[in-house]
């Protein structure tokens, strides 16, 4: 079992050299800062690692590792009506798609539901294999109709799918083969001195 106090390793025993983490925003949010403590991890162990964003750089919360490369693509926009969201998907994924395969990757990790979606699509046919990971609690948090088919059509397509408790995992396996699914609780970089807290009268 991983320690709490690190980030959890993708496999000791997986070859890797090269991992790209995708997450639509790196601004202030739990999911963001799990992602930003990964990569850190990763890059102080020597990896080439790459985190991409959907959004642009400039709503940047937290700081990377000088040796992360940090890659923004101010995909995020509205669209007005079903026809300019489906052009404007096709456009993300080919940018997705683009910008994946230039870095070149042993492995994607892939953070929160919509965001997952769209990886998982964008890179059908490349061969390049992708880890998705639920952020919440699945059952308690509706993404919408066509989101939840999405996810159900595309995430068997995944190397592994991650979720964050063991009570998740009934819920995963409904989507995956049980051998890809892995309960994996945040990381916890730094705890504090038992020493430093007052005893409770």
């Known amino acids: 079992m991983p320690s709490a106090q690190q980030p959890h390793d993708l496999s000791p025993s997986?070859?890797?050299k090269r991992i790209l983490?995708?997450?639509s925003t790196l601004s202030a949010g739990g999911a963001e800062r799990v992602a930003s403590e990964l990569v850190n991890h990763?890059?102080?162990r020597g990896w080439?690692?790459?985190l991409l964003t959907l959004t642009d750089k400039d709503s940047d919360h937290y700081s990377l590792d000088p040796r992360v490369e940090r890659?923004?693509?101010d995909l995020i926009w509205e669209s007005n009506n079903p026809w300019h969201g489906f052009l404007s998907n096709l456009r993300r994924s080919r940018?997705?798609?683009q910008v994946t395969k230039t870095f070149s990757p042993d492995v994607v990790v892939s953070f929160i539901e919509q965001t997952n979606v769209r990886v998982l699509a964008a890179l059908v046919g490349t061969g390049i294999p992708v880890i998705v990971?639920?952020?919440v609690d699945p059952r308690m948090v509706s993404i919408g109709p066509a989101w939840e088919w999405a996810r159900r059509i595309l995430y068997p397509l995944s190397a592994a799918l991650v979720v964050q408790t063991r009570a998740v995992t009934e819920w995963a396996e409904k989507l995956v083969p049980s051998h890809k699914v892995r309960a994996i609780p945040n990381c916890i970089s730094h705890l504090p001195d038992p020493s430093s807290f007052s005893e409770r009268a």
Request: charged share 15%; aromatic share 4%.
């Open 14 to 16: 997986l070859p890797l």
């Open 21 to 23: 983490l995708t997450i």
């Open 42 to 44: 990763w890059a102080a």
């Open 48 to 50: 080439t690692v790459g």
């Open 71 to 73: 890659i923004g693509l």
């Open 95 to 97: 940018m997705i798609r």
């Open 133 to 135: 990971s639920e952020r």
